[in-house]
């Protein structure tokens, strides 16, 4: 490489990367999806592939101050289990949960701990050259020999790369989920995981809605197929303190949760000897 070409190569490491800088990205640019938005992340343990996971955006929603995002993600996840090596076998999972995003105006580092031995901000480029921010901190230990993370954001991609990693001990372990594909509208990157390809799709009509969501005061459970008189529902807390006991014996039935403090909540519905598990945001 001549001199000049690595001088500017240093130059672009300098001043090129760093230009992105930790200001001029939100939490509102990061976390900016659509509905019908998708995702999908490798997982790793230690460089091995051990699974996936696949996102979509089904829901989405603002607090009535337009401070806070709410959103409604399904989410289809296989993990490889290693019981006895060399043999293996495949666990699936599937769910829906509600994340929400505060401070959308505030910088992607706000809040931020800066651990042990500071906190470096990272710049890089990822799928389809799309430019990420991020940082790497110690949390634990000394500045040799501790548990170390790191994370990459990027504008409607969220966090595109997570890795946990225990590093100067015996043994060394490091977990990673990294981006691998994304759709957004019509734009589509990378390579979409193989094994979701034998995997049904969630089938979203399993013969109830629950709504509004978020609810302030009257949440309705809505019966498409009324076949079960005893069904119910039972509400509970974050911490798991259970808050409301009601029967479901109508297709259409109103709970008054008006008297429950603002905050997230669980429910568990009983239909047909199963019990579904949803979580509703009160305002």
Avoid at 137 to 162: A, E, N, P, Q
Wanted: charged share 25%; proline share 3%; net charge negative.
């Amino acid at each position: 490489m001549s001199v000049m070409k690595l001088l500017y190569y240093l130059i672009f490491l300098l001043f090129g990367l760093n230009s992105f800088s930790q200001d001029s990205i939100s939490i509102r640019d990061v976390f900016d999806f659509d509905i019908g938005d998708v995702f999908h992340f490798d997982f790793s343990f230690q460089s091995m592939p051990l699974g996936a996971d696949r996102k979509k955006i089904l829901e989405k929603y603002y607090s009535p101050q337009h401070d806070t995002l709410y959103y409604s993600i399904e989410k289809y996840s296989y993990r490889v289990i290693i019981e006895d090596y060399p043999d293996y076998h495949f666990e699936f999972s599937t769910d829906t949960n509600l994340v929400y995003y505060t401070n959308l105006d505030s910088s992607i580092f706000y809040g931020i701990e800066e651990g042990y031995c500071g906190m470096d901000t990272l710049s890089d480029i990822i799928l389809c050259e799309k430019e990420a921010v991020g940082y790497s901190v110690l949390y634990s230990g000394d500045c040799w020999h501790g548990t170390y993370y790191r994370m990459l954001f990027s504008k409607g991609l969220g966090i595109v790369d997570s890795l946990e990693l225990a590093a100067g001990e015996y043994p060394n372990y490091s977990r990673e989920f990294e981006l691998s594909y994304y759709k957004k509208g019509t734009e589509t990157c990378g390579r979409p995981d193989d094994m979701f390809t034998s995997i049904p799709e969630i089938k979203h009509d399993i013969g109830f809605k629950i709504y509004p969501n978020p609810v302030y005061n009257d949440l309705i459970v809505e019966f498409s197929n009324r076949n079960n008189s005893d069904s119910h529902i039972n509400i509970f807390n974050t911490i798991g303190e259970l808050q409301l006991i009601s029967n479901l014996p109508d297709a259409i039935n109103t709970l008054d949760i008006s008297n429950l403090k603002s905050g997230i909540y669980y429910i568990q519905l009983f239909m047909d000897n199963e019990r579904i598990i949803k979580k509703i945001i009160k305002y």
